[in-house]
C-alpha cells in the first residue's frame, strides 16, 4: 500500500473538518462524564475554531494522508511544546480513519512526516489513549529516531505521556 502525505490548502479546509468530525467522534468515549465533546443541534461535534492557525502560524501545517491515493486521515504539525521545552516540530494531532489502522498506513504516515522534517519532535498522547500510546512508542522507534525520552505531563499543559526524540 502506498501511503503518501499532502498539504492541506485553505480552499479544502473543509475536508480537515469532516475528518476532524471522526477524529472527535473517536476520541469521544474518552471524554465520558465531561462536558467535551458534547453534538450540537445539527448534530456535530462543537469544534472551538482552533483549526485556522494550521493556515497561519509559523511552522503549523495540516496534512492529509493517502492510502492508494484515497483520503486515510490527517496530521497537523505545529511547534507547540506540551512538555514546555525547546522543539522544532510538535506532532498536533494525527488521525487514521478506521477502515486504515492497524494496516501500516499510520506508520508509514508518521515516518514519511519524521523524515521530511528533520529535528527535536514531540508527541503527546492523552493518559487515557492507551492505543495511542503504545502506537507512538513503537512509530517512533521504527522511526530511526533518537534521543528519545518520555516526559510525563505536568497536569496543566498536560496529562499524560509526552515522547520527545531526535530525527
Do not use: C
Not at 475536508?15 to 476520541?27: C, E, G, I, R, W
Not at 505545529?78 to 486504515?100: I, M, P, T, Y
Amino acid at each position: 500500500m502506498q501511503v503518501m502525505l499532502e498539504p492541506i490548502p485553505w480552499e479544502r479546509r473543509a475536508t480537515l473538518d469532516n475528518l476532524f468530525q471522526l477524529y472527535v467522534h473517536d476520541f469521544s468515549e474518552l471524554w465520558a462524564g465531561s462536558a467535551r465533546a458534547e453534538l450540537s443541534e445539527d448534530g456535530l461535534f462543537e469544534l472551538d475554531g482552533g483549526l485556522a492557525s494550521y493556515w497561519s502560524e509559523a511552522g503549523a501545517e495540516a496534512l492529509l494522508i493517502r492510502a492508494d491515493g484515497r483520503v486515510a486521515g490527517f496530521a497537523l504539525v505545529d511547534r507547540r511544546a506540551h512538555s514546555g521545552l525547546a522543539l522544532d516540530h510538535s506532532v498536533a494531532e494525527f488521525f487514521v480513519v478506521r477502515k486504515h489502522r492497524r494496516a501500516g498506513v499510520g506508520l508509514r504516515a508518521a515516518r514519511a512526516l519524521f523524515a521530511s522534517r528533520p529535528g527535536l519532535w514531540e508527541a503527546a498522547v492523552a493518559a487515557k489513549n492507551v492505543g495511542a500510546q503504545q502506537f507512538w512508542r513503537t512509530t517512533i522507534e521504527r522511526a530511526g529516531a533518537r534521543d528519545i525520552e518520555v516526559v510525563e505531563g505536568d497536569g496543566e499543559r498536560w496529562t499524560g505521556p509526552i515522547f520527545r526524540f531526535r530525527i
